[in-house]
């Protein structure tokens, strides 16, 4: 079982209020040209969006053949193709202009060599000129001091977070399952920017272009590829 699929059932209870960045990946598909490819694309919760919004094609990979058969069944007639694979080696049939990853799906590979594989496959699926687009968490040791050993509810469903500072991890702990999130520093995803052979075009602190500081807890990024 692929680490989602118990948490297919709930996944769009708790990511209910992340819409955020919902809008700011419409925007940057608005600009390119069809498929758009979004890596761990979950129950649609953005790729829904985009199709009904731009009109244009989504091909979604993800691991969770659960998380994949909610988002088909949301999606209905949409252009937009689920497809069960692993964002650290896939392809696309054709190059294309715009790749994603929201809702912080990169940090759920653990390892360097996981993270570069990611943005090769990532790299060799661009077109010259395409964007690499993603956000992920900005660590910060007071929100993690806040969160530590909290419980958060959504009606019957709950779910505890657990630090692994030794794991550079925190846990999210829900139905007997485990969701382990691995941080991402500033620097490593620049070196992975960089032996990608993309080029970064903007690092902001939320979805709205906000500067990236120390009062922000969101990492925004924007890369290319040379045209
Ligand atoms: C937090 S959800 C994000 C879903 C969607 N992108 C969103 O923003 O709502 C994380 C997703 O990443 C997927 N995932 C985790 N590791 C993956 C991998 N190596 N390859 C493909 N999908 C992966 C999970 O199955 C899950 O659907």
Same mark, same amino acid.
């Given at each position: 079982m692929a680490d989602y699929d118990a948490h297919a059932a709930d996944y769009d209870l708790?990511?209910?209020?992340?819409?955020?960045d919902v809008q700011?990946?419409?925007s940057l598909a608005r600009d390119a040209g069809? *498929?758009?490819?979004?890596? #761990?694309?979950?129950?649609?919760? /953005? #790729?829904?969006p985009i199709a009904r919004e731009t009109g244009?094609?989504? /091909?979604?990979?993800?691991?969770?053949?659960a998380m994949l058969a909610v988002g088909r069944e949301k999606a209905g007639d949409l252009p937009i193709e689920f497809r069960e694979g692993d964002?650290?080696?896939f392809s696309v049939e054709e190059p294309v202009d715009l790749v994603i990853c929201p809702g912080r799906s990169l940090m759920h590979c653990r390892t360097?060599?996981?993270?570069?594989? /990611?943005?090769?496959? /990532? #790299?060799?699926?661009?077109?010259?000129?395409?964007?690499? #687009?993603?956000?992920v968490f900005a660590y910060s040791p007071f929100v993690a001091v806040a969160n530590e050993g909290t419980r958060q509810t959504r009606g019957e469903s709950w779910l505890e977070?657990?630090?692994?500072? *030794?794991?550079?991890?925190i846990d999210l702990i829900h139905r007997g399952g485990v969701i382990p999130l691995w941080w991402m520093t500033r620097a490593e995803q620049e070196g992975l920017i960089d032996v990608a052979g993309?080029?970064?075009e903007a690092l902001y602190g939320g979805c709205h272009r906000e500067p990236y500081d120390e009062t922000t807890y969101e990492m925004v990024w924007l890369a290319r590829k040379a045209a």
């Open positions: 708790w990511s209910a209020d992340t819409i955020d700011w990946y419409v069809e *498929p758009i490819v979004e890596l #761990a694309i979950g129950t649609g919760r /953005v #790729a829904i244009k094609r989504v /091909v979604g990979i993800d691991r969770s053949a964002m650290r080696d360097w060599a996981e993270k570069r594989s /990611v943005f090769e496959h /990532v #790299a060799a699926a661009l077109r010259p000129g395409g964007r690499f #687009a993603w956000n977070v657990r630090g692994a500072p *030794p794991d550079n991890r993309l080029e970064l």
